[in-house]
């Protein structure tokens, strides 16, 4: 039988989409809701087995996850997702990503931080799906919108405030700000503020991973990168050229489209030929699954199933979620255009309360040990201010150090000495 | 192109012989140079008219230690290399491979990526059998683009590979001014220092014959505001094998340029390893009356200008600065204060060239010491025309630099 992600070819029901419209009125976007939201991604793949759709063509490749998926619902009913340690483990990921993210645009009004700031308010499923179920040793790489997956990957709340106030103990020394969060400890390999540019930074960082296993022969190699990108990446050249890259050598990459629908102010379907972007994945080999990226266990199950892909040799998949952010692209976005009942549609969708729900519903946790991750996460966030309120801010000394790992690149000055032993001029580099 | 670069095989073993009838007794026996003339390095200039001079590339050669230091040897010390192993004799795409596979063997984490690179050995054959050698994961063919697979070789870069990527033209680069510039040169800063990026990148670039403007491209001019890259230009063999390694083994992110004209010129080079440093620039010719400071392919035009020029009775001080990124100002400097003249001569366009960020290096250094305006010759400001004739214009030539010094030394 072929192996579920092969050559998935497989869509969800067909779209009536209204290419004309300028404004995303919901009426013309339907995508695949089932009733109950937390039933995780099995009915999707279950509907879609089944012939009622009449994808024979398709059905076959589906089969086997389904299969997987059918399997784990028969064995005990009712079966959760998730166990409760897992389930508070999300939620306090979700929590601090939401509380840090209100948190920065707190402090930019104030003036504490400046230049572009992109918050990920809604997104959070997508990172805590995804990131959650990585080992420290894998690898991540996102774009501006980048605070949360540092905090997912386990950056700490204060690195990633320091930085935001460009103070010298922030995660990158104050040097890189709120679109570059960088951290070797964590393997967050950045922070890109170009679109796409960090998709073949992501693919070099798989090469290497299947390079440690075949050349150096570091047998248990299976280290795993994760690129996140958004909609409007997805016309933009790198990525195509790193989608046939990955699924030409088989690389262990998960390329995670995070679908807002906006890219600043154009939307996805005035900019898209095809906007269904995970039918973009089997045109090069791998397979392209679509799922509810407001819901962070359906998230989570097509990550796990997409990374055991990968660490297994298996190669590359794209995911597209479908997600939405709830505040404007930057903070610097007065966010016009868009319509405010799609807004409030979303909002209803939003996945910490929905989590939450889910959470009280199947008796996993109770409020009062939601709440108290709540408080918990609100003091993280206020030490975090605290700390980089009272963090140096950097010398005049740390301009010139880092521009070269060795400083010899600076070259011979006139007196015939490299300049970085002229104690005036810098000392070239120094450690983080 | 073939035929030309058949004649240099014979060329080089003629003129390796003493009693070279076409070497001027005078300029080997000049008695400026304190160290004995060895076994010279031949190569050939093919004007485009067809035309063929053979000229010897008088020069000192320093036996670089492994041991970098800031200073450029001076010229004696070169001496004791000739009486140490003779050494092997290759042209200079030949040294880069060897210089290449000798890293290779030495390290496993150096990889090479690029188009054609595996199976095809390069299109300048740099790569040769190394896919055979070395598998081709380590040496690794990639799709055509440009963008991405230099990023991905960044990419690995930052995760712990020391990858080669190779740009088929320097022109094709181009395409990867996104990932040179925004990552290759600044993420080791812009992580505070968590990332470093040992990655080389090479190709040919250059003006070479008639291929036409898009592959006649001079990319050092658009690289070198980077910062927090390093670029060098190779011109001989033995400068070519070093530069090789030593970009291997740097930690910084180096772009080395090859020429297309120079691959197939002939020179002996050591047997033992050696790496040249990659910011100092070679004395080529020292004298007294002038600095000329050039790199690559123009080398050879000012070394036979330089022939016309003591003839004539001049003494140029001819330097090859190598380094295009960072200068070596103490070279240079020490050149300007014993000559208090100065000609750059190189192929990049006039405007905003390297040419252009020396004569400002230079002024704003060694103001105090120069007797005449810096002058210096470039292509002109024109997209490299496919006609011989046009295209031997836009380059400088030889008889424009003998004009030149005249000039400057009035």
């Given amino acids: ?432 | 192109m073939a035929a030309i670069f058949q004649g240099v095989g014979a060329a080089a073993t003629l003129s390796s012989s003493p009693s070279n009838s076409f070497v001027p007794k005078k300029f080997l026996t000049s008695p400026r140079r304190s160290f004995s003339v060895r076994k010279v390095p031949s190569y050939v200039v093919v004007r485009s008219d067809g035309s063929v001079n053979f000229d010897l590339n008088s020069k000192s050669r320093r036996a670089q230690q492994l041991v970098a230091n800031a200073v450029a040897t001076k010229a004696d010390s070169s001496a004791a290399s000739s009486s140490s192993n003779p050494g092997h004799e290759l042209l200079l795409f030949e040294a880069l491979r060897e210089g290449l596979e000798e890293e290779m063997e030495r390290d496993p984490r150096v990889c090479v990526m690029g188009e054609d690179v595996g199976h095809y050995g390069g299109s300048y054959k740099v790569t040769k059998d190394l896919a055979k050698k070395f598998g081709d994961l380590r040496v690794l063919d990639t799709p055509i683009a440009e963008n991405s697979f230099t990023g991905m070789g960044i990419g690995a870069a930052m995760t712990g590979l020391r990858p080669v990527v190779e740009g088929m033209n320097m022109g094709f680069l181009l395409l990867a001014f996104n990932q040179i510039s925004n990552n290759c040169g600044m993420l080791h800063y812009t992580s505070g220092g968590q990332f470093t990026i040992p990655i080389v990148i090479r190709g040919p670039g250059g003006v070479g014959r008639q291929l036409g403007a898009e592959h006649s491209q001079r990319l050092e001019s658009y690289f070198q505001s980077i910062p927090g890259i390093q670029m060098v230009a190779c011109s001989t063999p033995y400068n070519a094998k070093g530069l090789m390694k030593a970009a291997i083994r740097s930690e910084n992110p180096v772009i080395l340029f090859e020429h297309v004209l120079l691959y197939n010129l002939k020179e002996r080079i050591p047997d033992e390893d050696y790496i040249c440093n990659l910011e100092e620039a070679e004395m080529v010719r020292p004298g007294e009356h002038v600095t000329i400071l050039t790199y690559s392919r123009m080398r050879y035009h000012v070394m036979q200008a330089a022939k016309t020029l003591v003839n004539k009775g001049y003494d140029p001080e001819v330097i090859d600065i190598r380094s295009l990124k960072p200068f070596d100002l103490y070279t240079i400097g020490n050149s300007v204060k014993k000559t208090h003249r100065v000609l750059i001569v190189e192929e990049c366009m006039r405007t905003g060239g390297i040419g252009a960020s020396l004569t400002a290096a230079i002024t704003e250094n060694f103001n105090d010491y120069l007797d005449a305006p810096i002058m210096c010759l470039s292509s002109q400001d024109v997209p490299t025309p496919y006609a011989g004739t046009l295209e031997e214009w836009t380059v400088v030539q030889p008889a424009q630099i003998v004009t030149a010094v005249e000039q400057l030394c009035r």
């Avoid at chain 1, 013309?28 to 809701?33: G, K, L, T």
């Avoid at chain 1, 931080?113 to 990585?134: C, D, P, R, W």
């Fill in chain 1, 1 to 432: 039988m072929a192996t579920a992600f092969s050559t998935a070819k497989f869509s969800t029901q067909p779209f009536p989409l209204n290419p004309t419209s300028t404004t995303s009125h919901d009426s013309s976007i339907v995508f695949a809701r089932p009733t109950s939201q937390f039933l995780g991604s099995t009915r999707k793949f279950r509907l879609t087995s089944s012939s009622k759709f009449n994808l024979s063509r398709r059905s076959k490749t589906v089969v086997a996850v389904s299969d997987v998926v059918k399997q784990k619902k028969s064995k005990s009913s009712p079966s959760l997702l998730i166990t409760k340690e897992e389930g508070l483990d999300l939620y306090e990921d979700m929590v601090l990503g939401r509380a840090f993210e209100d948190m920065c645009a707190q402090m930019y009004y104030r003036g504490k931080m400046f230049g572009f700031v992109h918050l990920y308010n809604g997104q959070e499923a997508v990172s805590t799906g995804f990131i959650k179920l990585l080992k420290q040793q894998d690898s991540v790489v996102s774009t501006y919108r980048d605070h949360v997956h540092a905090l997912s990957k386990g950056v700490p709340a204060r690195a990633v405030m320091s930085e935001l106030f460009g103070k010298t103990t922030g995660c990158c020394r104050g040097q890189g700000g709120s679109m570059h969060m960088f951290s070797r400890e964590h393997n967050l390999l950045g922070g890109f503020a170009f679109i796409g540019e960090g998709i073949p930074v992501a693919t070099g960082a798989a090469f290497t991973s299947k390079y440690k296993r075949e050349v150096l022969k570091e047998a248990d190699c299976d280290h795993v990168t994760l690129a996140f990108f958004g909609d409007g990446t997805c016309n933009n050249g790198q990525f195509f050229e790193c989608l046939n890259m990955a699924a030409l050598w088989k690389l262990p990459i998960v390329f995670v489209v995070e679908n807002n629908l906006w890219a600043i102010g154009m939307s996805h379907l005035r900019a898209t030929s095809d906007p269904h972007i995970y039918k973009k994945g089997p045109a090069f080999g791998m397979p392209g699954i679509h799922v509810d990226g407001m819901d962070v266990l359906k998230v989570r199950e097509v990550a796990k199933e997409a990374i055991g892909r990968a660490r297994r040799g298996e190669g590359p998949t794209l995911v597209e979620c479908e997600t939405y952010r709830f505040r404007g692209h930057s903070l610097a976005d007065p966010d016009e255009l868009r319509d405010p009942a799609e807004k409030a549609r979303y909002a209803a969708r939003d996945p910490i309360t929905a989590l939450k729900k889910y959470l009280i519903e199947n008796s996993l946790a109770s409020e009062a040990e939601l709440k108290t991750i709540e408080k918990k996460i609100d003091e993280v966030v206020e030490d975090a201010v605290e700390f980089a309120d009272e963090s140096p801010v950097p010398s005049r000394s740390q301009l010139l150090e880092n521009v070269f790992a060795d400083p010899k690149g600076f070259g011979i000055g006139p007196d015939g000495r490299y300049r970085c032993e002229d104690p005036k001029f810098t000392e070239g580099t120094a450690h983080v």
